[in-house]
């Protein structure tokens, strides 16, 4: 992951360089987003915003989101079940690691997929606007509880 800190100045400075109002909320959202390695949604961002800012609606969240996703400094990462979260910290296109049970996320990088899409691209003549790769499995954590729960139901036979 890039430098929060950097990340953060970053997205500040293209509101700035777009016109948009730097509101306190606002900035808040852009804050949660760069620096959080997490891939929040909308609900927990809009948890984290109302403590500092009790006025806060989720309206606001989701505006400051989808703005930002037009931007091009959010992605957007949307499930089957409707929900979605985001990532400010890295806005291109890179692969993700899914926990089936906990829903964590976790960003990786793979050198073997840089310039994937070009070669696509080259190979079949379209004109590639997005992708997103996605690795699902069982974080570190469920797995130990998964086998801590096999040993219990072990016992109790």
Excluded: W
């Amino acid at each position: 992951m890039s430098d929060p800190i950097s990340r953060f100045e970053e997205i500040v400075k293209r509101l700035k360089e777009k016109g948009y109002r730097l509101t306190p909320q606002r900035l808040a959202v852009a804050k949660i987003l760069s620096m959080s390695d997490e891939h929040p949604g909308a609900e927990e961002i809009y948890r984290k915003v109302k403590g500092r800012f009790p006025s806060t609606s989720l309206a606001t969240i989701y505006k400051t989101i989808h703005l930002l996703k037009e931007m091009g400094e959010v992605m957007e990462l949307g499930f089957p079940n409707d929900t979605h979260r985001y990532d400010g910290a890295r806005s291109h296109p890179h692969p993700h690691l899914i926990c089936t049970k906990c829903r964590k996320i976790i960003d990786v990088d793979v050198p073997a997929l840089s310039g994937v899409s070009e070669q696509l691209a080259q190979k079949t003549g379209y004109q590639v606007v997005h992708h997103r790769l996605d690795f699902f499995g069982l974080c570190p954590n469920c797995q130990r509880r998964k086998r801590r729960a096999c040993l219990t139901d072990r016992k109790s036979l």
